[in-house]
């Protein structure tokens, strides 16, 4: 492989010929060959972002030469897109205050740039010119809130979006589809599916909601904060000058924090937003396995839904059908509870004026946004919207419960509707046979009273 040489305050190092970084990132994928995550795309596009915006900021406030910045905005504009991908190859087990990747980004735009530059007076040095004014100790936390904010828009929420509108599709469709409820996994009262999916489609519109409410604390941006909090080494005006054009670039109202020391050292508001993708994760956790309890069978278990058969599901049962989604989904759930532990707990280290946990809590609240954002659509890609009723089975099932005997509370109490409940169970009997038996009313009284379809919605008469 070809090298080049560059320098760092630490001397030369050789970097591959072929990529644009430098030698700090060189020296950081030599000091920390610890595992395979790397740092997600995602902020490394932020990141650009970020960079465009300080240095329109600086040649706007005279500290930056205009060629120079519009330099770097091409560069940052060429990551943005994606085109350069493949010269950022730093892990996430390295610096807790992500030095090194701000420094990666630092080189590959002044290398790229300088590129770009040839035959001009001006050449991009990457710490006077690409991170004029900032400092990583807030370039790192405002990228964090940049990438936060994109994903939870662009990602997540179309995907709670869009399986919430397949429920709501179910909801009317099963409408009047009456069913056997069930509490602690035992027969309750009648309801109909369309009711039960509501339950779900609820859950979802609700997490619409939080979701987009805690984004509103990822607004605030740490840019301007520089080494401590205090700016040091920046204008006045930077930092909102900086997020003003963030704000532009995203279309996302982000401005700059009105204090820079807790920005640095404290992320409570990735704390909060992982806790709404949390509980989205612990409600699609609940529909899923709602759905696959449902689904089960096709003959030993409840099945009272059919989903669609995507794979076979056995190496040596022929035939046989899983719930794969579901099982997918609850993972996906699981692993986000997960990593909010991990968030929680990295947060909570915020030492002095910084927190050096930075790179671990990004890189599972981008995981969280990401696993959830692929799980919740291909569930309902794959699985929701070819959920189906059994007819048959759901009628002799709501047919055959015991709790049906509710219905009989008001007319002749408690202990008696009990007892006709109990004798049925005992005697293997219908709720029917055992009422007549019992002596306590008529055929004519029990047919009118025990009537699942009215006992889907009881107080009609009473709102009309």
Request: net charge negative.
């Amino acid at each position: 492989m070809s090298k080049r040489i560059e320098k760092d305050t630490l001397g030369e190092i050789a970097v591959p010929a072929d990529k644009y970084w430098g030698a700090q990132t060189q020296r950081s994928l030599q000091n920390f060959e610890i595992g395979e995550e790397k740092m997600p795309p995602l902020l490394i596009k932020s990141f650009a972002i970020l960079k465009k915006a300080a240095a329109r900021a600086n040649a706007d406030l005279g500290l930056l030469e205009e060629e120079k910045a519009n330099v770097i905005a091409d560069v940052a504009d060429l990551i943005i897109a994606g085109e350069l991908n493949d010269h950022f190859p730093l892990v996430v087990w390295q610096t807790g205050s992500g030095t090194q990747s701000n420094m990666n980004v630092n080189e590959v735009i002044a290398f790229k740039g300088n590129q770009l530059l040839e035959g001009s007076e001006h050449t991009l040095h990457p710490n006077d010119d690409v991170n004029k004014s900032q400092s990583s100790n807030d370039t790192f936390p405002t990228a964090m809130h940049i990438a936060s904010v994109l994903t939870m828009t662009n990602d997540v929420l179309p995907a709670v979006e869009a399986l919430k509108e397949t429920l709501a599709e179910k909801e009317e469709a099963f409408k009047d589809v009456v069913k056997i409820g069930r509490t602690h996994l035992q027969d309750a009262t009648p309801l109909t599916l369309g009711q039960e999916i509501s339950g779900w489609r609820s859950m979802l519109e609700k997490n619409l909601t939080i979701i987009a409410e805690s984004k509103v604390h990822l607004f605030e941006l740490a840019i301007g904060g520089t080494a401590v909090g205090t700016g040091i080494n920046t204008h006045p005006e930077f930092g909102a000058r900086v997020a003003e054009q963030i704000a532009k670039e995203t279309n996302q109202p982000f401005v700059a924090s009105d204090n820079f020391f807790h920005a640095l050292t404290s992320h409570q508001p990735i704390v909060y937003a992982h806790g709404a993708l949390k509980a989205l994760a612990a409600d699609a956790h609940k529909i899923a396995n709602d759905v696959r309890l449902l689904a089960s069978g096709p003959r030993s278990g409840i099945g009272e839904l059919t989903i669609p058969a995507n794979e076979p599901g056995s190496s040596i049962m022929p035939g046989k059908v899983n719930p794969t989604q579901s099982e997918a989904l609850t993972m996906v759930a699981l692993q986000v509870m997960g990593n909010d532990a991990a968030i929680g707990m990295a947060a909570s280290q915020g030492h002095f004026e910084l927190n050096v946990y930075k790179p671990l809590i990004i890189y599972n609240f981008l995981q969280s946004s990401r696993l959830l954002t692929d799980g919740l659509t291909s569930f309902n890609k794959n699985c929701a919207v070819g959920i189906e009723p059994i007819h048959e089975n759901i009628q002799q099932l709501v047919q055959n419960s015991l709790m049906l005997v509710t219905a009989l509370n008001p007319h002749i109490g408690y202990e008696k509707a009990a007892a006709i409940a109990k004798a049925a169970h005992q005697n293997g009997t219908t709720l029917k046979e055992e009422a007549m038996n019992s002596g306590f009313l008529t055929e004519e009284e029990f047919e009118e009273y025990v009537n699942p379809s009215a006992m889907v919605y009881p107080n009609v008469k009473a709102r009309k």
